[in-house]
């Protein structure tokens, strides 16, 4: 996959419209987690080096359903970008309109308007396209390093990208030059791990990623679904009775094109689904009855460690068990480590595997920790995000 990237672009004496994503944990008003702003500077900053350049940032906020609402503002998340910024940041009034195209046509070179929360207008998420005109009017050039949207046909996220030359961002270049070859041409052996709750959420994954992994992984809930099909006992796990037919057909899929599929032949388990429950080791692929599956067992990791000491590639997406419950997280750190001290090329995608390895300090051990849940999900499933899609040469 080929983007026009920024780095292709003239940008001296322009002004730049960029899509960010902005939409950062905020209590009592104030930023707690700023990762996802930090991930924009370097583009943000490249930007603002070029001679004569100004700038215009476009982002979200929350889920305000298309209407104003000061709750979801953007006045907050701009004090904390113009503070890692280092340079002043207007927040304009509004999103559109005749006030905001004032504010837009005053910027000197050097200087940032960040909008208002574009999702305060139902014509962003109807990708209206008088709505991305509008948007488009504020810039010469458009570049989109919102990755975490990108599987969104926004006015902001690909409607605009039809009236103004478009390019991607260092954000989402870096996303799309450690994903694509996963789906590719992966340096081999590659391991995919796959993790979460359940099948339904993920096999478009599990089967996207058959076609070019030499291990497979499963784990979490998600795992007992398949281990009913192969006859285990699962006690009171989660089991997706209309998913054991597609559970059983991707088995046999795997076998045919010999690929090695690791399932928890061990368990920690538990006899309620609570963070006070008492876990309980099971040395044994089945789980006994009145009890459910809450993490893998020593046996399972050391099994998935075997497969990632080896590996070329990794990609992990999904926790292995209830990591959210220091009884039930040591499946998740366990691999977690491993994959940090993987010698092959290591990519984490997705909400709660990028939560586990920000959780036990190790991102900065990864190759590329993906910044978008939804949107790496479905990357990774080999579905076409428009916001990527309107950068392709």
């Known amino acids: 996959m080929i983007l026009n990237t920024i780095r292709e672009a003239d940008l001296t004496n322009k002004r730049v419209l960029i899509r960010v994503d902005f939409n950062v944990p905020l209590k009592g008003g104030v930023v707690t987690d700023a990762t996802r702003i930090n991930a924009a500077l370097p583009t943000i900053n490249y930007i603002l080096e070029q001679k004569g350049t100004s700038l215009v940032v476009m982002s979200h906020f929350g889920r305000p359903k298309g209407k104003k609402n000061p709750d979801f503002s953007m006045v907050p998340v701009g004090k904390k970008f113009q503070e890692l910024l280092g340079r002043p940041v207007r927040v304009a009034s509004d999103v559109i309109g005749d006030e905001v195209r004032k504010e837009v046509a005053s910027l000197k070179a050097g200087e940032v308007l960040l909008l208002e929360n574009c999702r305060f207008y139902p014509d962003e998420e109807a990708n209206d396209p008088e709505f991305a005109k509008e948007l488009a009017s504020y810039g010469d050039v458009y570049v989109n390093d919102a990755f975490g949207t990108a599987h969104r046909a ?47 959420s993920k096999i478009g994954v599990l089967q996207s990623l058959l076609k070019t992994c030499d291990t497979m992984v499963i784990g979490g809930g998600m795992a007992y ?86 590996a070329g590639a990794i990609v992990w997406n999904g926790p292995l068990g209830v990591f959210e419950f220091d009884s039930f997280a040591k499946g998740t750190l366990e691999i977690a480590k491993a994959v940090a001290a993987a010698s092959g090329i290591t990519v984490v995608g997705g909400g709660d595997s990028v939560a586990a390895v920000n959780k036990f300090g190790l991102a900065d051990k990864i190759n590329h920790v993906s910044t978008g849940g939804g949107a790496s999900l479905e990357f990774l499933q080999g579905l076409p995000l428009p916001g990527i899609e309107a950068l392709r040469k």
């Open 154 to 200: 926004h006015a902001s996220t690909e409607g605009v990208a039809h009236y103004l030359p478009s390019y991607a961002g260092f954000l989402i270049e870096k996303e799309v030059k450690f994903m694509a070859p996963l789906l590719e041409n992966p340096a081999k052996p590659f391991v995919a791990i796959i993790g979460g709750a359940k099948v339904s």
């Open 225 to 310: 679904t398949f281990a009913k099909v192969m006859g285990r006992k699962v006690g009171n796990s989660l089991v997706e009775s209309d998913y054991l037919q597609t559970a059983k057909d991707f088995l046999d899929a795997a076998a045919e094109k010999k690929v090695n599929v690791i399932l928890p032949v061990d368990h920690v388990v538990a006899d309620k689904f609570d963070e006070n429950a008492a876990p309980v080791a099971v040395d044994s692929p089945d789980v006994p009855d009145g009890m459910m599956g809450m993490d893998v067992g020593p046996k399972t990791i050391a099994l998935i460690k075997d497969a990632l000491a080896g």
